[in-house]
């Protein structure tokens, strides 16, 4: 759904007014009829989405405001069917794509929900073993230049070898990339583990990239202050991590498999066929050993 449409959603429930009309009321798990279709207690459940309300006057509230949006989309439902437009190519178009998301998303969730928790120990162990996240946290001050990711192979290509801003502008420059510097921080909580051990190591003023949506950021650390995480909050943390990062191995592992095992059954037509994968380079000789240099 778009913002537009919820907004005319939530505009529309707001105006609505709700009146039995001398009709007998639902109950049970019935809450509420449109055109004798009924709209039950778990959908409107549903509605909520996981909201979780501090008392029980917010609840009511939330529970009326939700069930007001059903009753708009189900009146609008019903009469945009009414008009034809559910016969229409486009819906029928749209309809199988959001078929097929709706699926997806529902599949990913229950993976996700049979994905255990760490354990107290694993827990422990993760933060004794990433000090640098939890005792001694590090956040980063960092001079920051921002710019498109270049589509050009050579041009990314030649970012690798770069060490400073200075440079990576000039090569910007040269290329005729649009970039911004500014200054800004970053919290270790935020790096993936093995990132930040990397850029712990890093030699002082040296340069490190880091993707951001469609773009690159080099970064050069400035300062470094110690905030240490320690204790519930350091636990939660961890737990939190650790449980995201198993849900998204399991993910990865049963989505892709099901890609890869489906690659046999996929035929393309001679315009859309993609591309050959690079062949990997032959190996080579094995090279004599270079002498040792003398000291």
Not at 112 to 132: L, Q, T, Y
Request: glycine letters at 4%; charged letters at 20%.
């Amino acid at each position: 759904m778009t913002n537009s449409t919820r907004v005319l959603l939530l505009a529309a429930a707001a105006s609505l007014v709700l009146s039995g009309c001398g009709k007998k009321a639902p109950s049970g798990q019935v809450v509420a009829t449109v055109a004798g279709k009924e709209i039950t207690s778990v959908e409107l459940n549903n509605e909520l989405t996981g909201f979780r309300a501090p008392n029980a006057q917010v609840r009511k509230a939330a529970e009326q405001q939700a069930l007001n949006q059903i009753i708009v989309r189900k009146v609008l439902a019903q009469a945009a069917e009414k008009a034809g437009v559910g016969k229409t190519p486009a819906f029928a178009q749209q309809e199988k794509r959001v078929h097929e998301t709706l699926l997806i998303q529902t599949w990913q969730a229950e993976i996700a929900k049979a994905v255990p928790a760490p354990s107290k120990e694993e827990v422990a162990k993760f933060i004794s073993e990433h000090p640098d996240m939890y005792a001694q946290r590090k956040i980063f001050e960092v001079d920051q230049v921002r710019f498109p990711q270049p589509t050009d192979p050579n041009v990314l290509k030649a970012f690798q070898p770069l060490k400073t801003l200075d440079e990576v502008t000039a090569l910007l420059t040269a290329n005729k990339v649009p970039f911004r510097a500014g200054r800004s921080e970053i919290d270790a909580l935020s790096v993936d583990p093995a990132i930040l051990a990397q850029i712990v190591k890093l030699p002082p003023g040296e340069v490190f990239m880091v993707p951001a949506n469609n773009m690159l950021v080099a970064n050069r650390i400035a300062s470094t202050r110690v905030e240490p995480l320690e204790g519930a909050v350091a636990t939660q943390h961890a737990t939190e991590f650790l449980k995201s990062r198993r849900t998204q191995e399991a993910l990865q592992k049963q989505l892709g498999g099901v890609l890869a095992g489906a690659k046999k059954d996929i035929v393309y037509s001679k315009a859309y066929q993609p591309p050959e994968p690079p062949k990997p380079p032959k190996a080579a000789a094995p090279a004599a050993a270079a002498p040792a240099k003398s000291k």
